[in-house]
Structure formats: C-alpha cells, structure tokens
C-alpha cells in the first residue's frame, strides 16, 4: 500500500488501475504534492514502490501487446 499523505489523491478513474498481464503485479497512479506517478505492487506483498522515470503521467498506464513493456502519456 502507498500511504497518502495531506494533498494526496488517487488519479483518475478506475482505468488509472492495470493488472501486469501475467497477473501477478498492479500499478496505478497517485497524483502528490510533487505530481502524478506511478507505482507498483505486487499482489503477493503490501509494500508498493515508485517507478523509476514515470513521473508526472497524465493517463492510466497500458501494456505492449507482448506485456513485457509498460507504457503511459506524460
């Protein structure tokens, strides 16, 4: 889980959620006090982590077809 601190907020709607395509890893977006970005969880754990490099995403993160690359709009 990614504790949310005063000004914090989800982003989006429910579609700002995607499932990795093996199923196994969530990532979804938080807009903070610094902007928005994106995070990871794997479903097997409680703890979450910022993706290195996808700050300030402005759309619900997607997956290449062949689910090996996680792609967004800045």
């Known amino acids: 889980l990614v504790p949310l601190q005063a000004g914090d907020r989800a982003v989006g709607e429910a579609g700002s959620v995607t ?13 903070g006090r610094a902007g928005s970005r994106l995070w990871s969880r794997a479903l097997d754990r409680l703890e979450a982590t910022p993706v290195a490099g996808a700050e300030g995403i ?6 290449s077809p062949d689910g090996r690359q996680i792609a967004y709009l800045t």
Do not use: M
Not at 58 to 63: D, I, K, L, N, Y
């Open 19 to 31: 499932l990795a395509p093996d199923g196994r890893t969530l990532f979804y977006l938080i807009d």
């Open 58 to 63: 402005t759309s619900a993160p997607f997956f």
